[in-house]
């Protein structure tokens, strides 16, 4: 039973333009949204996070926007860098018990130079 | 400032083998998790410690699948007997206290078994 869901395996876009990767989750007890990326041979890395609390953060040239109500949170890119292409995993958890990630399956991005 | 360190970073054995993944967290972290990274179903948490304690081990698919952390630096993830099943990239993280919500993830092991 996959609690969080990234429908989308892949997605290409063109460099300059806006890159957005989605996510769906199904456990409304998550409080917490992380997006990391994932580079091949290295770890995934911390890219950016965002609390129930709110339902947009923003970091530079990445915004993560939350809508609690359709448990679905989007990960956008603006302007899309050839740099930027990897694998982005989204992940959800519930800080009122472990800090257990639950993670997305991935979306391998592509940006075209 | 080192990152987590895995080793090593490939392993290739053959089924039946026992195999041992090693990592150190960072400095002053004080949880450290070990995920497996498949196609089929992405990166799933196999066990958490926190204090050098495990606190969450439902993620261990099954008895052949041990881990221990016997200090803050140190920990192993143990299978014995290896399945190719089991093959797949394993990865460490850990984060600090002050903010455990953000895990820093090592290089990751890869492991084939046949």
């Known amino acids: 039973d996959q609690q969080v869901k990234q429908n989308s395996p892949s997605l290409s876009v063109q460099e300059g333009r806006i890159s957005i990767l989605n996510c769906d989750y199904t456990?409304?007890?998550?409080?917490?949204f992380l997006w990391y990326k994932k580079y091949p041979a290295e770890g995934p890395t911390f890219l950016i996070s965002?609390?129930?609390?709110?339902d947009k953060n923003e970091d530079g040239r990445f915004t993560v926007f939350l809508n609690k109500s359709a448990k679905h949170l989007s990960l956008h890119i603006v302007p899309s860098q050839p740099g930027d292409s990897a694998v982005y995993f989204c992940?959800?958890?519930?800080?009122?018990?472990?800090?257990?990630?639950?993670f997305g399956t991935g979306t391998r991005l592509k940006v075209l130079a | 400032d080192a990152g987590v360190i895995q080793s090593p970073r490939h392993e290739v054995t053959e089924m039946g083998q026992e195999v041992t993944l090693r990592c150190k967290p960072i400095s002053g972290h004080n949880s450290l998790f070990w995920y497996r990274q498949t196609m089929m179903r992405g990166l799933e948490l196999l066990i958490y410690f926190n204090n050098n304690v495990p606190i969450d081990d439902s993620g261990m698919p099954e008895d052949r699948f041990s881990a221990k952390m016997p200090n803050a630096s140190f920990s192993t993830l143990k299978i014995q007997p290896s399945e190719p099943r089991d093959s797949a990239v394993y990865f460490c993280?850990?984060?600090?206290?002050?903010?455990?919500?953000?895990?820093?993830f090592g290089p990751g092991t890869r492991l084939l078994v046949l």
């Open positions: 992940a959800s958890l519930s800080s009122a018990g472990t800090y257990k990630y639950i």
């Open positions: 456990n409304s007890m998550f409080d917490y």
């Open positions: 993280a850990s984060s600090p206290p002050a903010s455990q919500e953000t895990q820093y």
């Open positions: 965002i609390s129930s609390i709110k």
